[in-house]
T-cell receptor, first 113, second 111 residues
Framework: DGGITQSPKYLFRKEGQNVTLSCEQN?????MYWYRQDPGQGLRLIYY???????QKGDIAEGYSVSREKKESFPLTVTSAQKNPTAFYLC????????????FGQGTRLTVV | GEDVEQSLFLSVREGDSSVINCTYT??????LYWYKQEPGAGLQLLTY?????DMKQDQRLTVLLNKKDKHLSLRIADTQTGDSAIYFC???????????FGTGTRLKVLA
């Protein structure tokens, strides 16, 4: 079955540590995205990538980093520079053409302890 | 600028119609979407409308677009308890592949 998979579903991190969230898709989509979800603030774009080896900052990129070495994979690293990392993180992918659906993973809930 | 706003909460009785509203500020948006999010899960596309359309109907769902007022709405007829979720509107723009999401409206359906 085609889809987009995020892992792990729950992640705990100690303050000062970097952590990497995984996102894999087998939909053959060129575009991939990372969003952060906080209650009452909706989805805010962290980074997006339209093609392999290329990515752009979204609205809240500070304290995060990404890579896009393979079409199927778009991992997100939450660094110690991110001041308030506890949130629900959503990965999505799409065909980079207007009017097409963005497919979402099931999310990773990151908690800093 | 890119800014999409929704009211945070809506409560309706089972069997009634629900209307979820969304306002956006960028008139250059090309497609507008409605997504549904169930607790602890990702988002699923419900429907979308091209910016040159006024209305789209899909079974229990009706989307209305007022470009003059930059207002998008989603009407759910005969609302069921399974419709309880967070609903997001989103937009995309010509020449970019970013999806800009609203703040989300939490719909609660009372039995």
């Amino acid at each position: 079955d085609g889809g987009i998979t995020q892992s792990p579903k729950y992640l705990f991190r100690k303050e000062g540590q970097n952590v990497t969230l995984s996102c894999e898709q087998n939909l053959n989509h060129d575009a991939m995205y990372w969003y952060r979800q906080d209650p009452g603030q909706g989805l805010r774009l962290i980074y997006y990538s339209q093609i392999v080896n290329d990515f752009q900052k979204g609205d809240i990129a500070e304290g995060y980093s990404v890579s896009r070495e393979k079409k199927e994979s778009f991992p997100l690293t939450v660094t110690s520079a991110q001041k308030n990392p506890t949130a629900f993180y959503l990965c999505a992918s799409s065909i980079p053409t207007g009017g097409t659906e963005a497919f979402f993973g099931q999310g990773t809930r990151l908690t800093v302890v | 600028g890119e800014d999409v706003e929704q009211s945070l909460f809506l409560s309706v009785r089972e069997g009634d119609s629900s209307v979820i509203n969304c306002t956006y500020t960028d008139s250059s948006s090309t497609y507008l979407y409605w997504y549904k999010q169930e607790p602890g899960a990702g988002l699923q596309l419900l429907t979308y409308i091209f910016s040159n359309m006024d209305m789209k109907q899909d079974q229990r769902l009706t989307v209305l677009l007022n470009k003059k007022d930059k207002h998008l709405s989603l009407r759910i007829a005969d609302t069921q308890t399974g419709d309880s979720a967070i609903y997001f509107c989103a937009e995309t723009f010509s020449g970019t592949y970013k999806y800009i999401f609203g703040t989300g409206t939490r719909l609660k359906v009372l039995a």
